[in-house]
């Protein structure tokens, strides 16, 4: 089957520091990817998508990367702030898999004040 | 964005009991729902995908006569978990297909802490 991984379980940065989070997926027919925030007890919340055809889009404060040669999307955090903290999921969506997302394993990223 | 309610937020049940939880689209039609099952610190496993007038499709290993699904209509869809045991006991999330596209977007419910005694 289809895989999303990313490379860290668990990531802690420094309040205002900028927060890279990765993931790798292996499905190169991908066509559109999305990064979730879930906090604990709450739903995943969705953050910033990307088509296959960009390679860089923004938000406040987010930038999410995709390098398709190598299929690897990254997911960056400015200025990272104590409500940042939380389990970060990427998922990714390919015509040839019948349009369902595949999630990643998960990166939970704590804050420290 | 779009929005996607859950009920209830959290439910306790006696072992044998049957528990529905309501997933629906507030401001969007969903031709397509999902439901995942999360344990603690793991990340959602997918047991369904619900459409809209017909049977679900159940992932491999969901018993698809304890987990019973209903989209009756393209802004509901509901999970049963029927004769529920302590092992039962999870966070279940839904999420709705904004449509049918590729390059259409998920969104998530805000889940159902379901606690089996």
């Known amino acids: 089957g289809e895989s999303v991984g990313l490379h860290l379980p668990t990531l802690s940065v420094q309040e205002g520091d900028n927060s890279i989070i990765n993931c790798a997926y292996s499905n190169s027919a991908s066509d559109y990817f999305i990064w979730y925030k879930q906090e604990s007890g709450k739903g995943p919340q969705f953050i910033i998508d990307i088509r296959s055809n960009m390679d860089k889009r923004q938000g406040q404060r987010v930038t999410v990367l995709l390098n398709k040669t190598v299929k690897h999307l990254s997911l960056q955090i400015a200025a990272t702030q104590p409500g940042d903290s939380a389990v970060y999921f990427c998922a990714e969506k390919a015509s040839n898999t019948g349009n369902q997302f595949y999630f990643g394993t998960g990166t939970s990223l704590t804050v420290i004040p | 964005g779009a929005v996607v309610s859950q009920h209830p937020s959290w439910v306790i049940c006696k072992s044998g009991t049957s528990v529905k939880i309501e997933c629906r689209s507030l401001?969007?039609?969903?031709?397509?729902m999902f439901w995942y099952r999360q344990f603690p610190k793991q990340s959602l496993m997918l047991m369904a995908t619900?459409?809209?007038?017909?049977?679900?499709?159940?992932e491999q290993g969901v018993e698809k006569d304890k987990f019973l699904i209903n989209h009756a209509s393209l802004t509901l869809s509901t999970l049963t978990v029927t004769s529920a045991h302590p092992e039962d006991s999870s966070f279940y999330i839904c999420s709705a297909d904004t449509g049918t596209s590729v390059l259409d977007t998920q969104y998530f419910g805000p889940g159902t802490r379901l606690t089996v005694l």
């Open positions: 401001d969007f039609q969903a031709t397509t």
């Open positions: 619900s459409n809209e007038g017909s049977k679900a499709t159940y």
